[in-house]
């Protein structure tokens, strides 16, 4: 099993109308370096887990995980912003997550606008007996 935001990435990474607006060099995994963090590079995208822990067992072996990811997006307009979301919305539900929080600001570190959004899915994992 790929790990959760390794799977989010791949996904993302993977869309076509998403890399209309990002390549591969924008989506980040945890963290963004500080170099990178340039209005130049916008819109860029960093995934992020916040927890996953496991959900359903079978004979006291767990067979699938919950997992909460962030996806935050910052872009140079609030119309960008919206229109790499509702790319991400529909990605990320594709992929079984749903989304249940939210988050618009604009960052002042950069000057971009950031929009948080915090996905929710149930994944099955392998059992090794």
């Known amino acids: 099993m790929m ?17 209309e607006y990002v390549s591969d060099n924008q989506i980040y995994l945890i963290f963004i370096p500080v170099d990178d963090q340039t209005i130049e ?9 916040l927890e996953s822990f496991p959900d359903n067992y079978r004979d006291d072996v767990a067979y699938s995980i919950s997992v909460d990811i962030q996806i935050d997006t910052w872009a140079k ?12 919305d529909r990605a990320m539900a594709n992929a079984d997550y749903k989304q249940y929080a939210s988050d618009l600001m604009k960052d002042p570190d950069i000057e971009l ?3 948080s ?3 929710r899915a149930t994944k099955k ?3 090794n007996y």
């Open 41 to 49: 590079n916008a819109p860029l995208i960093r995934i992020n887990e």
């Open 113 to 115: 606008y950031k929009y």
């Open 3 to 19: 790990n959760p935001i390794q799977e989010v990435a791949y996904v993302l990474s993977n869309n076509e109308k998403l890399r």
């Open 125 to 127: 994992i392998q059992i």
């Open 77 to 88: 307009t609030l119309k960008e912003t919206q229109e790499v979301q509702a790319i991400i």
């Open 117 to 119: 959004r915090r996905y």
